[in-house]
């Protein structure tokens, strides 16, 4: 202590000597608050004797403490500023590779990611921790009485990313498999750097799993040092920064960590935010994949892309991959997205998109296979995606099940719900059904207890490393996507490899037949049974069986026949026993079979009925604009059918009053309904003997006294009888 005095006073002397020189040159208070501070560094050997001293140099230089203090800070913050700069500028490079470029999946090159980057959006309360019951979450979603739904949709505020980012300094972003964290994550390391946000502060990229892996086992900062190519710049520079609260620190993946390192990273980051808490801070996760608990974060929750997202990515997308701005391959994909419901609801998923737009990029659709199509996007969810990134999760009765084994588990989940109209499902009935399924592999435990633990950790795993299962509400479970929830229902019924059983299977799948919510299972059965023939002749005939028995509905069957074969159409018979059948019954008639229904009658009829006809047709908007042709459908297509009714009514004596009961018009419009998914059917990629299929086809919407007329020997491609 008296060395640091006596230097202090040493240097005291020097600057008398010095102050004669400065009243000489009449220096400026600025000058003289320089010369203090410069000349105080220098004499200084500890802070404890700093105040005495500075006293003692403002009273010699007739300054204020204030004065040398103000002219300190000043300093200070020139010299932050330019140490963020320059480290921004030499961490630039890095950066750049590392988030500034997308390759992920089957992409055959990198693409700039800002290109395609669409913009993200947060919900600021996570649903799964939310209290709701499942009547309100069918309500929410648009269940009640729709045939297509969004499993996920949730009515909740989405604030966009970047704002959510500003909002909060410390913030945890959660999201399912697939949700665009770590894209988000990078974007918004590059728009930092490119000063488009939080221009003034260095943006640190980590991802956990490499940091954690890392050789000698570094803490976040040295790690981050390590990534600096300058060799000028160390971890003390970095540490500056963040002690200024110039930082933008973004950490991903924290679920990818393996559960060795698990304690020291959450302790690293831990000690990070509580050290430097004043720089911004963002954490990815994904959900339930572990209790993370960090006091001063935020928790929040990755939105799914609404339409105007996904439009916005495709549009992108097809632009990058075909180097051309004016590329319309996008308004393609977005129109066949469009008409195929099930699989626009997987588009919701970047992730999912990015596979929808590498499939429909070979040949400008998609597979014609819903199961084939469905398939490759859950091998993405179930393996693929942290296969690709080399990431190995360490829950040991989840890993020792099989892929196929995971499948069938899920499909006994599946069918279980799915067959008692339960999309939304409590964690007692998933715990319940996964349980069931382990008990009976191969060297199971037989304590109940530890069976119980054992299925809810296979049911948390499945959340968090596939993301096929979610928790919507506190304890209440559904499909991610109602496609996949269908697709597993009829992977079930596929399963049996016993031929005895896999028919009881169909059998009892035809129960529903006429039933809209089942229609997908159908086909995607139909697509993949290897009893395909004898599937579509039983939907055939449990459909005829549908009003067999009712004397008034075989007699509108018969009155359809007559009014079918009355007219000359390019269609042939079915088609247009389908259209009258439908018309004259007031049911939902086939938007694009009447359509051009009303082609064929143009020119079969006289010039005044020509006329009446050439008019309605001429109120249809362009078809080719498939959204223009939706938006106005949506609007005036009922009116339209009705006009269209009317006309047929009055000058084709179609509208008979047959005085249905309401039951009757119910039976109906199920046969209708039950005939519209077995064309559906007969329409996909299956085989069936082609005399099989001329049967099914040629006895669609004729009555039973017909039916049976048909005789297979005679079968010459035309309707018998």
Not at 355 to 364: G, I, K, R, V, W
Not at 450 to 475: T, Y
Not at 561 to 577: G, L, M, Y
Request: charged share 30%; net charge negative; aromatic share 8%.
């Amino acid at each position: 202590m008296p060395k640091k005095v006596r230097a202090s006073e040493s240097g005291i002397q020097r600057l008398r000597e010095a102050m004669k020189l400065m009243e000489l040159t009449q220096a400026s208070v600025t000058e003289k608050a320089g010369f203090a501070r410069s000349t105080l560094n220098q004499i200084l050997s500890g802070q404890w004797v700093r105040q005495t001293n500075l006293e003692q140099l403002c009273s010699l230089l007739g300054l204020e403490v204030g004065q040398v203090l103000e002219q300190e800070v000043s300093e200070e913050k020139t010299s932050i500023d330019d140490l963020v700069q320059q480290l921004r500028k030499a961490s630039e490079s890095h950066l750049t590779r590392r988030c500034g470029i997308m390759k992920i999946l089957d992409m055959k090159q990198p693409i700039d990611s800002g290109a395609v980057y669409t913009d993200v959006n947060i919900l600021e309360r996570i649903a799964g921790k939310s209290r709701r019951d499942i009547p309100q979450m069918m309500e929410e979603c648009g269940a009640q009485g729709v045939d297509r739904f969004f499993l996920g949709a949730v009515k909740q505020k989405r604030v966009e990313g970047l704002e959510a980012v500003l909002k909060e300094k410390q913030l945890m972003i959660l999201g399912r498999p697939g949700a665009g964290k770590t894209t988000f994550l990078k974007r918004l390391a590059i728009v930092c750097l490119k000063n488009d946000f939080l221009a003034d502060r260095l943006p640190i990229f980590v991802t956990l799993k490499e940091f954690a892996e890392t050789e000698g086992k570094p803490g976040i900062l040295e790690f981050v040092a390590g990534t600096i190519e300058n060799v000028e710049y160390s971890v003390n520079h970095i540490k500056q920064v963040l002690q200024a609260g110039r930082g933008l620190i973004l950490l991903d993946g924290l679920d990818e960590v393996m559960e060795v390192d698990h304690d020291r990273v959450i302790r690293e980051i831990r000690e990070l935010s509580e050290r430097y808490g004043q720089n911004h801070i963002v954490i990815t996760c994904r959900i339930a994949a572990g209790e993370y608990t960090f006091e001063r974060f935020t928790d929040v929750e990755m939105s799914d892309f609404d339409d105007e997202q996904i439009q916005s990515f495709a549009n992108k997308w097809f632009q990058t991959k075909e180097d051309n701005p004016e590329s319309t391959t996008g308004k393609m994909f977005w129109k066949e997205l469009e008409a195929r419901k099930p699989v626009k609801e997987l588009a919701t998923n970047p992730l999912l998109l990015t596979l929808l737009c590498l499939e429909f990029d070979d040949s400008a659709t998609f597979p014609q296979s819903r199961s084939e199509l469905y398939g490759r996007a859950l091998n993405v969810l179930l393996s693929k995606w942290d296969g690709s990134r080399r990431i190995k999760r360490g829950e040991e009765v989840y890993k020792g099940l099989s892929l196929k084994r995971k499948e069938s588990m899920l499909g006994q989940l599946a069918m279980f719900t799915f067959d008692r109209g339960e999309y939304f499902f409590k964690e007692k009935v998933a715990t319940q059904q996964i349980e069931n399924y382990i008990r009976k592999l191969p060297g199971a435990k037989e304590d109940p207890a530890a069976l119980e633990v054992d299925s809810q950790a296979v049911l948390k795993s499945i959340e968090a490393r596939h993301g096929l299962l979610s928790e919507r509400a506190i304890g209440i479970y559904s499909f991610s996507h109602l496609t996949f929830h269908e697709y597993f229902t009829a992977k079930n019924i596929l399963d049996f490899s016993n031929p005895e059983a896999h028919k009881i299977a169909l059998d009892q799948l035809v129960d529903h037949i006429g039933e809209k919510r089942w229609n997908e299972v159908f086909l995607m059965v139909v697509e993949d049974s290897r009893d395909a023939e004898y599937l579509l002749r039983l939907m055939k005939q449990r459909i005829d069986r549908l009003i067999s028995d009712d004397p008034k509905l075989q007699e509108i069957l018969k009155w359809t026949k007559q009014k079918s074969e009355s007219v000359e159409s390019t269609h042939n018979f079915p088609i247009v026993r389908a259209f009258y059948f439908a018309l004259d019954n007031a049911l939902a008639l086939d938007r694009d079979l009447a359509i051009d229904s009303i082609l064929d009658l143009t020119r079969a009829e006289n010039p005044d009925l020509n006329r009446l006809f050439q008019e309605i047709y001429d109120q249809l908007p362009n078809r080719d604009d498939h959204n223009q042709f939706m938006e106005w459908w949506q609007q005036n297509g009922e009116a339209w059918i009705e006009d269209l009714r009317q006309i047929m009514i009055q000058h084709r004596n179609i509208g008979h009053d047959w005085k249905l009961t309401e039951q009757q018009q119910e039976i109906l419009q199920k046969y209708y309904d039950a005939n519209r998914l077995l064309t559906e059917c007969l329409k996909s990629e299956v085989y069936v003997n082609p005399e099989a299929r001329d049967e099914i086809e040629n006895t669609m919407f004729l009555p039973i006294s017909e039916i049976e007329k048909w005789k297979p020997e005679k079968i010459t491609g035309k309707q018998s009888g």
